[in-house]
């Protein structure tokens, strides 16, 4: 096992260089650079244009900047906003939480519908039960996100008033950030009522961004449990006269669990980058609306150390799959 | 140890705000974006601008609705009879907000002033680097070459002297950028080493005292008990982050917040048709036009000009791209602004006529470039769609119109450098004197390499006249000479004025008083609700 695990952990060090170089060069090619995008019909005179960009230190040669800028990520300095002036790492923790929080409740709605979904539709192909089942996931897999957040916002909280339309908790409330997870920080402030505001304020968002990876997940789910349920140790299980839910529970399931957990572990790969048309629509502070307005302004601290940290996140995520493959199937551990 | 201090100086302001008793009246307002600070000295971008303004207040302040200035920190000031020296008269009895890590001990006077104003003006301020050092509109208002010394005569006066008369000087201190800041504070989180704290947590005189900023979600505000004007009428003021358009409206309708801006054209017909809300409406300080480079053939001959201002349908432009937010423009500056010339119309749709005025010109058949601009602006919501539909008007006169566009920086850079023969541009006002579209965008001084006068166009006695109107104070005269250079422009037509956009705020009915400013920025002072 350790030995598998290092060799996993030995190919994420090259990719880790390989996204610091490749951020870096990327939004660089972007045309305009970040005093110019700021600037609005006026325009600047080139000598201010030029002692703005000394500044910010664009006017050292490129590779003087990425070595600097090397330098300051192993040292754990990812720099400062050009537009906000405040570190990005520091801006990136006030708004992760935020985005955690959402992928979280997210993927676990995707995971508590989306596997019993799937495990039911394999059971009963061909049925009515499944075809409505692939019939809603392909639905769900193909909607326009924002048509759909605009939808559900316009029936539930504009019409029916069920819901919020949109932020984490009701403006009339004053909570303290002290976890940056609006449910835990709403429990531990003595304000009645906030953790139901905050909850409330969390499931459209949750649904609207849970829709893609419930698809996903319930589509998964019965490919494989198909896969699985045609083999002969299934059968021989139910010769055995163990009950249906026992041969799903103790042997198929497991057994197809594999590619269950690759695409949840991809999902919640995508879905830590920030949610960025979900965010955008419920006015989510979080991770994925920074990035998109931090590549308009041509911040390449933000970017750069964005990227770097969720990229860093997502090689995160797949050795933890990685290792969790490894842990339900011993064939891969060992390399069999 | 910061977040510790947060939620003291949060706490310790709602405090104050609740003492009174009664239940708080609450303004929410959902604004459309980000602040990048709560310093108007070092930012451009509307959010921050909006977001800094309640903190502060200005030595002269615009009136709530209009462009006319009031008395702010300044009580009154007299002007030298040569322009060239301001003696203003301050407040005594302006306080600085007090928070958990600052005390004032003194009342607002002449050495804040002083102070604000050094850090931008000043390269050795200790401030002037802090947070970048990049002061946008300082610069671009001119003031870095205007100013020549601002003295403390006492306490209580000051006197500013500049290198050269500018009737524009005082609107251009009330903008939001010259906003004052307490020169004890930044003197205190100097000594602490923190300077860049009086950029993100700021301290005014304003009418309503910062609490908190949560980034990308809400900005707090409580209101100043001590505000020299009076005690608002609301208690706390709170900005709720809203990007979406959309969705910023479904939250006014859904009584989440009280006040939202721009809606988008889409969306206006059912917003007015709901009983609980007001949808306010006001043409904006901008102008959209077409440049004509006077500096090419055949466009330097004003009957070509005058010919291609008739070919195009500015009304169905209006209508088809502005979709009801915008209005057709006549003049270069909009009707907003004190001296606008309301007796010119704009030229009549009329392709017989340009086309005889063509011929009479001797242009036959005739190719160019119409420049679209890439990206989206109040005074041109859809650039492509606009050229595609001036390219259509043109060709039914005989004029091909070939369609350009570049990247934002590099469109302005190539405009500016005079590379285009009809150029789509546009103008958005900073102080609401005319001097700022009339010479900034049209004088001879600005038809040069880089400069804004993108029609190359420059006319001795248009120039004439709006120079003599920079240079005297009294606005009677200078409404004469402003009306007098937008005839000029008229007959001359170096542009073709299109459409100035219409802003539209949506409040609930609850809201009283407030009123939408020419210059953009909400202002709650005064605002009211029923509760």
Request: aromatic share 10%; with cysteine.
């Amino acid at each position: 096992m350790l030995r598998y695990l290092a060799a996993r952990i030995g190919l994420i060090v090259p990719t880790f260089f390989g996204i610091i170089f490749l951020t870096f060069i990327l939004i660089r090619l972007v045309p305009g650079d970040p005093v110019e995008v700021r600037l609005g019909e006026r325009g600047i005179e080139p000598e201010r244009h030029a002692a703005l960009l000394r500044q910010m230190g664009l006017d050292k040669p490129l590779a003087e900047q990425f070595l600097g800028y090397v330098a300051g990520v192993l040292r754990g300095d990812l720099g400062v906003s050009f537009s906000t002036q405040q570190p990005v790492l520091r801006e990136f923790m006030s708004l992760f939480p935020a985005t955690i929080e959402l992928t979280f409740c997210a993927v676990l709605l995707g995971v508590l519908i989306g596997i019993p979904a799937g495990i039911l539709a394999g059971m009963k192909r061909g049925s009515l039960y499944d075809h409505l089942m692939m019939t809603a996931s392909l639905t769900g897999y193909s909607m326009p996100i924002f048509w759909w957040g605009l939808l559900l916002i316009l029936t539930f909280s504009v019409n029916l008033h069920w819901t919020p339309v949109s932020g984490r908790i009701d403006l009339s409330y004053f909570v303290d950030s002290v976890t940056g997870f609006m449910t835990i920080d709403a429990l531990l402030s003595d304000e009645r009522g906030a953790f139901r505001s905050a909850i409330m304020h969390l499931m459209l968002p949750t649904i609207v961004l849970a829709t893609l990876p419930l698809a996903v997940i319930a589509r998964m789910t019965r490919s494989a449990m198909l896969e699985v349920l045609g083999e002969n140790y299934i059968r021989t299980a139910r010769a055995k006269g163990l009950s249906a839910l026992r041969v799903v529970n103790l042997h198929a399931l497991r057994n197809a669990l594999i590619p269950i957990v690759t695409v949840i572990g991809l999902q919640i790969g995508v879905l830590l980058g920030g949610a960025i048309i979900t965010e955008t629509i419920f006015s989510w502070p979080g991770i994925g609306k920074w990035l998109v307005e931090a590549i308009a302004r041509r911040d390449y601290p933000v970017l750069q150390g964005g990227v770097l940290i969720i990229a860093s996140l997502v090689m995160l995520v797949n050795l933890i799959v990685d290792v969790a493959y490894g842990l339900l199937n011993p064939r891969i551990r060992h390399g069999r | 140890m910061k977040a510790i201090f947060f939620r003291t100086a949060a706490a310790a302001a709602l405090a104050v705000a609740m003492t009174s008793g009664a239940l708080a009246k609450t303004m929410t307002y959902c604004s459309e974006g980000s602040p990048e600070n709560f310093n108007p000295q070092i930012n451009t971008t509307g959010p921050s601008l909006s977001a800094a303004h309640p903190v502060f207040n200005r030595l002269v302040e615009f009136e709530r609705d209009s462009t006319k200035l009031r008395p702010g920190l300044a009580e009154s000031w007299e002007i030298s009879a040569d322009g060239l020296t301001y003696t203003f008269r301050l407040r005594k009895n302006a306080k600085f907000h007090a928070r958990n890590d600052f005390k004032p001990t003194r009342s607002f006077t002449a050495d804040d002033v002083i102070a604000t104003f050094d850090r931008m003006w000043r390269k050795d301020h200790p401030y002037h680097q802090v947070s970048g050092g990049a002061y946008d509109y300082f610069n671009d208002m001119g003031f870095h070459t205007l100013l020549k010394s601002i003295t403390k005569v006492d306490d209580n006066t000051l006197r500013v002297e500049l290198t050269k008369p500018d009737a524009t000087f005082l609107a251009s201190l009330a903008m939001t950028f010259a906003s004052i800041h307490s020169k004890e504070y930044m003197d205190a989180m100097l000594k602490a080493g923190t300077p860049e704290k009086v950029d993100q947590v700021p301290v005014g005189t304003g009418p309503f005292m910062f609490v908190d900023y949560k980034k990308d979600a809400t900005i707090r505000y409580t209101v100043n008990p001590d505000y020299f004007n009076g005690k608002q009428p609301i208690d706390r003021l709170v900005y709720a982050i809203t990007p979406d358009a959309a969705v910023r409206m479904a939250r006014v309708q859904a009584g989440e917040c009280l006040l939202a801006p721009y809606p988008s054209p889409a969306d206006l017909p059912r917003l007015k048709g709901d009983a609980k809300l007001n949808v306010m409406e006001r043409e904006g300080l901008n102008v959209g036009y077409l440049a004509f480079n006077t500096s090419k053939k055949p466009f330097d001959d004003k009957r070509v000009r005058h010919a291609v201002s008739m070919a195009i349908d500015r009304d169905a432009i209006v209508k088809a791209v502005f979709r009801g937010t915008g209005i057709v423009a006549a003049n270069p500056i909009p009707p907003t602004i004190w001296a606008y010339n309301e007796t010119l119309k704009p030229y009549p749709y009329d392709v017989e006529k340009a086309k005889a005025l063509l011929k009479e010109a001797g242009v036959g058949e005739l190719s160019v470039d119409l420049w679209a601009m890439p990206v989206q602006r109040p005074y041109n919501p859809d650039a492509r769609k606009m050229a595609e539909m001036m390219q259509a008007d043109l060709a039914k006169v005989g004029i091909k119109a070939e369609i350009k566009s570049y990247e934002w920086g590099e469109y302005r850079k190539r405009l500016q450098a005079g590379e285009h023969t009809l150029g789509q541009y546009g103008w958005i006002g900073d102080n609401g004197d005319p001097d700022n579209f009339m010479n900034v965008l049209l004088s001879c001084s600005t038809a040069r390499q880089g400069g804004q006068n993108i029609a190359r166009w420059c006319s001795k006695e248009y120039s004439d006249l709006v120079e003599q109107a920079k240079f005297i104070t009294d606005t009677a005269k200078r409404t004469e000479l402003y009306r007098k250079a937008q005839e000029v422009f008229h007959a001359e037509a170096p542009w073709l004025p299109i459409a100035h956009g219409i802003v539209y705020h949506v409040a609930s009915k609850k809201v009283k008083n407030y009123q939408i400013h020419p210059l953009g920025t909400p202002i709650f002072e005064g605002v009211d609700i029923d509760e």
